[in-house]
């Protein structure tokens, strides 16, 4: 296997709810990372987990809230989003995070919507 | 800062013609740099890296570091080279990647 698995797909979201992203991957990798991807705009890095502990957070509002279980899997936890938060929420794993063993194989993303 | 600027959003090419995406970052230490493309409804992909220095679906880049760019080419574009590419820089030990704005190649017959 050598992808990286998003569910959902799509989401849409009132300012209220509590909803989580998630993110899958069994290719053995040790990083992984949550990315947000506005329109027309490149992703821009939220976390970084490194051997399943949390290694970068990249000034993220705290209603967005990470977590990883295990090596293979990657939640971002939702709770009271602002519409300006409706965005691709791209997850990503690497090897490891260390230069040299970095290239990222990105999954799908999730759409999310927030009303 | 590290930054990286891909000056044109747009390209628009002919088939068979030659192809340069422009990349220039600013780093004052050893960058690490990559190309990643995402073809319509298929998620972003790695494209090439410079430490590899291979050519992939005919693709080259390489780093010049005097200039501070690390640009894409192809001699001879194709339909399915249409897509949108960013330039990306790794600096330092941690897998902090700076993407570009990208750009959009639109190969045309």
């Known amino acids: 296997d050598t992808e990286v698995t998003q569910t959902p797909k799509h989401l849409v979201m009132g300012m209220t709810n509590k909803k989580s992203l998630k993110c899958e991957q069994h290719?053995?990798?040790?990083?992984m990372y949550w990315y947000k991807q506005k329109a027309k705009k490149p992703p821009e890095l939220m976390f970084v987990y490194s051997y399943e502990k949390l290694s970068i957070n990249e000034s993220v509002p705290s209603r967005f809230s990470p977590e990883c279980p295990n090596s293979s899997l990657l939640n971002l936890h939702l709770h009271a989003l602002q519409p300006e938060d409706s965005a691709l929420y791209l997850c990503a794993s690497s090897q490891d995070w260390t230069a040299g063993a970095n290239v990222l194989t990105f999954g799908a993303g999730s759409r999310l919507t927030v009303l | 800062a590290q930054r990286v600027t891909q000056p044109e959003k747009l390209l628009s090419v002919f088939k068979g013609a030659p192809v340069e995406l422009k990349c220039n970052y600013s780093y004052s230490g050893s960058p690490e740099l990559f190309w990643y493309v995402q073809y319509s409804r298929q998620r972003l992909q790695l494209l090439l890296r410079h430490i590899s220095r291979e050519s992939i679906k005919g693709f080259t880049a390489d780093l010049n570091k005097g200039e501070t760019s690390f640009h894409l080419k192809k001699p001879f574009a194709q339909e399915e080279d249409s897509a949108m590419y960013y330039c990306a820089l790794n600096t330092g030990t941690a897998s902090k990647l700076t993407f570009g704005t990208g750009t959009r190649l639109q190969v045309t017959l």
């Open positions: 290719m053995g990798h040790r990083a």
